[in-house]
C-alpha cells in the first residue's frame, strides 16, 4: 500500500511548454484532488474528483487540465506553462468521511 | 464550514504529552472535526478525525467536549519529529466543499 504517489518530485519547465503532473492512488479512494501551495500560504484547490468520470474546478483552476479515467489515476495537466505557475503541487485523496492522504508533492518551476 | 481558532504557537518539551486546542464554537451537527500538521515543506499529513466520541489512532488522540465546541489533540509523547504546523479544520466530508482551508495553525515546537 503506496498511498498516494506524485511523479516527478521536482520539474524544470520553459514558459509554454506543457507538462503532466502525474497522481496515482492505491486505497481505491473515490475524492482525489490538487492543490497548489506558494510560499507563506495556504493550500490553493485547483481541481477535484468525487469519482472515476467526474471532475469539477476548484479556486484556481485557470491554465490546468484534469480527467479521471480510472479511480486510481488523476493526472493534472499544464497547457502553456507560465513562471505565475512556479509552486509546489500536491495531489490527495480520500473516502467516506476519512481525511485526506497527500503526496509527497512536485516542486515545479517554469522558467 | 465552521470557522476554528487555534493559538499561534505552542512549546513542549520532547517526551511530555502536547496538547493542542482548538475552539469550533459555530460547528453544525453534521461537521466532523479534522487535525492536519505539515512538517516544513513537506505534505500535510492527516493526523485523526471525529465526530462527537474521543478517538484514538497510533499518532495521537482527539478529545472533543461534550457541546463539540471546541476539541483537544493530545500528542502522548512527543518527540522532536513532531515539530510541525497543526491544523484544526471542521468540514462536512459528505455535500460539503472539498476545498480544505487550513488556516494558520498552531506551530509546535518540541524542544530536547
Known amino acids: 500500500n503506496a498511498g498516494v504517489t506524485q511523479t516527478p518530485k521536482f520539474q524544470v519547465l520553459k514558459t509554454g511548454q506543457s507538462m503532466t503532473l502525474q497522481c496515482a492512488q492505491d486505497?481505491?479512494?473515490?475524492?482525489m484532488s490538487w492543490y497548489r501551495q506558494d510560499p507563506g500560504m495556504g493550500l490553493r484547490l485547483i481541481h477535484y474528483?468525487?469519482?472515476?468520470?467526474?471532475?469539477d474546478q476548484g479556486e484556481v483552476p485557470n491554465g490546468y487540465n484534469v480527467s479521471r479515467s480510472t479511480t486510481e489515476d488523476f493526472p493534472l495537466r499544464l497547457l502553456s506553462a507560465a513562471p505565475s505557475q512556479t509552486s509546489v503541487y500536491f495531489c490527495?485523496?480520500?473516502?467516506?468521511?476519512?481525511?485526506?492522504?497527500f503526496g509527497s508533492g512536485t516542486r515545479l518551476t517554469v522558467v | 464550514d465552521a470557522k476554528t481558532t487555534q493559538p499561534p504557537s505552542m512549546d513542549c518539551a520532547e517526551g511530555r504529552a502536547a496538547n493542542l486546542p482548538c475552539n469550533h464554537s459555530?460547528?453544525?451537527?453534521?461537521?466532523?472535526v479534522y487535525w492536519y500538521r505539515q512538517i516544513h515543506s513537506q505534505g500535510p499529513q492527516y493526523i485523526i478525525h471525529?465526530?462527537?466520541n474521543n478517538e484514538t489512532n497510533e499518532m495521537a488522540s482527539l478529545i472533543i467536549t461534550e457541546d463539540r465546541k471546541s476539541s483537544t489533540l493530545i500528542l502522548p509523547h512527543a518527540t522532536l519529529r513532531d515539530t510541525a504546523v497543526y491544523y484544526c479544520i471542521v468540514r462536512r466530508p459528505q455535500g460539503g466543499s472539498e476545498k480544505l482551508v487550513f488556516g494558520k495553525g498552531t506551530k509546535l515546537t518540541v524542544n530536547p
Open positions: 474528483s468525487v469519482g472515476a468520470g467526474i471532475t
Open positions: 471525529g465526530l462527537k
Open positions: 490527495a485523496s480520500r473516502t467516506g468521511v476519512g481525511g485526506y492522504t
Open positions: 459555530t460547528i453544525s451537527g453534521n461537521e466532523y
Open positions: 486505497m481505491n479512494h473515490e475524492y
